[in-house]
């Protein structure tokens, strides 16, 4: 006679969740404001948006996405915490770039067994970065499959919900030959192009993450630098003066830059004008990659870009709130087609 | 010498994207409404909720979640539209339980490679349920992580959006004694238990998803049947008569009722009055599973269930809109302290 089956018993334990989710409703409610109306643990979250009642015509920009392999490092590593904070900024950049400030946030962490250290690592840094950018972390799921996930393994998946007023968004449309393209800077690869990176690091370099790389950190700690969040970028977007802004991410310069290029131009891009960070030196080098290739598969060390009018670049490369992302004008538009040329 | 390293060596196709979006594009237009502000390809999705403002005090409901282990029937079947209907429809049970109408929601595809066909099915099924539930489809994203899930594997993670005067909540806070705990139908599974039910159907029960079970359907038909959608509540809703609403879903009945019950009462479950769908019968048998454990892991055939006073009653059970949904009465509202009692 065998035992009767329990659910546990497929690899999945309510019990568990029960015990984390006391820790995990403390940094969660870190991240509460006035808005958030309900409790957590509620089917849904609840976000009072009267508010926007203030507003002419509110938008809500809204976008989803992951952090890609990136986790394969924390893996690795065993340091989760900062792609928490990784798929927060990397979704504040995301409608930020439409000119949208976010309001709420939620995450997805499918995952084949759940640790508690390991979802609170996670959450951890979600909650800071949420707080960092006053943004509610208002829900969330943590779904465990271990015939999905592999032992240790989890995919990080967040929504971010922002609002803008109407006559304020940030499309591209009044971009003219002539418009100034400043790149502002990246921390390291941020979400994107890891796979080629673990490739490089591991199989080609021989490189173990905790190898120490040249800017004195382990190559985990380089490749695993959080994704910068640009929500500092605020006070100069409501000035009105940005034309067009893109968030440098899979498909690196070329799918992105094209995205917010009015059909009758084209963006040329100076790549002299910068450095790129000695990560992205090292990957080319060491990956014998093509310079082609290598800008349009990563940010270079450029995480965001905004176009701007000749007369308003000057006051832009000296504007202190964007001073600490060192701006320089890496490139120009032209008359042409909507497409990018490096 | 090695040939030069390219981003779709690491498994990454950036070009296989740019040729499924088009027709992905089309499916998702279909889905939308006069309040889509934007195009498809931004960064992110524009959602115009000026309407709002004719609100007394809106109040955004969101929710994330993905279907589950139910994939894992979709990879064995190929059968990929059903779980994209599942997604929306289980969002749209998860905020309609609190009042809340569904306005847009998102989905991330994690993904071994992506292939055409399964994508396009997939957001077939996503864009089918949106239209059948009013619910733009804004916004997406497709991640290739070769090194994350197995070959064709994916997981299907869903984010709704969607809104409700905040008058209009409902959360449970009126329950009383003696109120009516009335059950409506599931569809089958829905999205929830799929861990435990494959493992007792191919692995106890020794069945291919291709065999026929009693139903005249094959267990890969019977299991992937999709989650019903619950939207055509709101009329019953909208008179403001349900107390208290809930999703059975993971954690069945014990930890789905009493997220809405009062502190002072508890929820008597009469397991009674309504017969399981034949498919958890066959599970329970063949797995030799406890009551116990079935009704905290299965929504037995109720997929959702509203709470009224006493003689509100008698006018749901006869009324025609929740009439496809076979209402039955199937406990009540005793004083207690909050928990659930089957």
């Not at 949208?100 to 997805?108: C, G, T, V, W």
């Not at 007023?165 to 890891?194: C, P, Q, Y």
Request: glycine share 12%; net charge negative.
């Amino acid at each position: 006679m065998t035992a009767p089956l329990k659910y546990s018993d497929a690899g999945v334990s309510i019990d568990t969740w029960n015990t984390v989710k006391g820790r995990i409703g403390e940094l969660v409610a870190s991240t509460y404001n006035s808005h958030v109306s309900g409790k957590f643990g509620q089917f849904g979250g609840m976000f009072d948006v009267s508010f926007l009642k203030g507003m002419d015509s509110p938008i809500l920009v809204s976008s989803t996405d992951s952090v890609g392999t990136k986790v394969k490092i924390a893996f690795d590593t065993k340091v989760y915490n900062s792609v928490g904070m990784d798929i927060v900024n990397h979704c504040v950049g995301d409608i930020l770039v439409m000119g949208a400030r976010p309001l709420f946030f939620l995450d997805y962490i499918g995952i084949n067994k759940l640790i508690p250290e390991v979802a609170e690592q996670i959450v951890e840094g979600l909650a800071n970065a949420c707080r960092m950018n006053d943004c509610v972390l208002i829900g969330g799921e943590t779904a465990e499959m271990p015939d999905i996930y592999g032992v240790g393994e989890f995919d990080l998946v967040g929504t971010i919900v922002g609002v803008v007023d109407k006559e304020k968004v940030i499309d591209g449309a009044s971009i003219r030959a002539g418009d100034v393209v400043i790149g502002l800077r990246s921390s390291g690869l941020h979400t994107n192009g890891f796979s080629l990176a673990r490739k490089i690091v591991t199989e080609v370099g021989k490189k173990k993450y905790s190898d120490i790389f040249e800017d004195g950190k382990t190559f985990g700690q380089t490749l695993l630098e959080p994704h910068r969040s640009y929500i500092k970028l605020f006070p100069l977007i409501d000035k009105g003066i940005v034309k067009g802004c893109v968030h440098i991410t899979g498909g690196g310069f070329v799918d992105n830059i094209d995205r917010v290029l009015p059909l009758d131009c084209d963006a040329v891009i100076n790549t002299g004008a910068w450095t790129p960070l000695p990560i992205f030196q090292y990957l080319q080098k060491t990956g014998g990659v093509e310079s082609a290739e290598m800008y349009r598969t990563f940010n270079m060390g450029v995480g965001m870009v905004v176009i701007v009018a000749q007369e308003d670049a000057d006051s832009i490369l000296r504007d202190d709130g964007v001073a600490g992302f060192e701006p320089v004008v890496i490139g120009e538009i032209v008359p042409g087609s909507g497409s990018v040329k490096i």
